[in-house]
Nanobody, 123 residues
């Protein structure tokens, strides 16, 4: 089993920045890719970004490219999501997820999930 714990959410004004963290514990040797998803009010859970723990290759949703950066500290089994130039439409609960495969963008493809952290961007 893999346990994921997110932190770093909060309230920020439009144009501001936040950094989310996701700490993984448990059988992390089986973890291959860690990703971030978000779910806004009344919306489906959508892919944001993901990173390969070995090597650091990453990919992003078009809506966040150039504004968000995903990174990892493999020694700490921790993944970060730096969010800049935040917009009100970025308001959502942000979830960390983990999966053995690389390249996945659909929530059902991810095996492990954190509890989520709220990000609210005011206009």
């Amino acid at each position: 089993q893999v346990q994921l714990v997110e932190s770093g959410g909060g309230l920020v004004q439009a144009g501001g920045s936040l950094r989310l963290s996701c700490a993984a514990s448990g059988r992390t040797f089986i973890t291959y890719t860690m990703g971030w998803f978000r779910q806004g009010p009344g919306k489906e859970r959508e892919f944001v970004a993901a990173i390969k723990l070995s090597g650091g290759a990453s990919y992003y949703a078009d809506s966040v490219k150039g504004r968000f950066t995903i990174s990892r500290d493999s020694a700490k089994n921790t993944v970060y999501l730096q969010m800049n130039s935040l917009k009100p439409e970025d308001t959502a609960v942000y979830y960390c997820a983990a999966d053995r495969a690389y390249g996945q963008k659909l929530a059902p493809d991810y095996d492990y999930w954190g509890q989520g952290t709220q990000v609210t961007v005011s206009s």
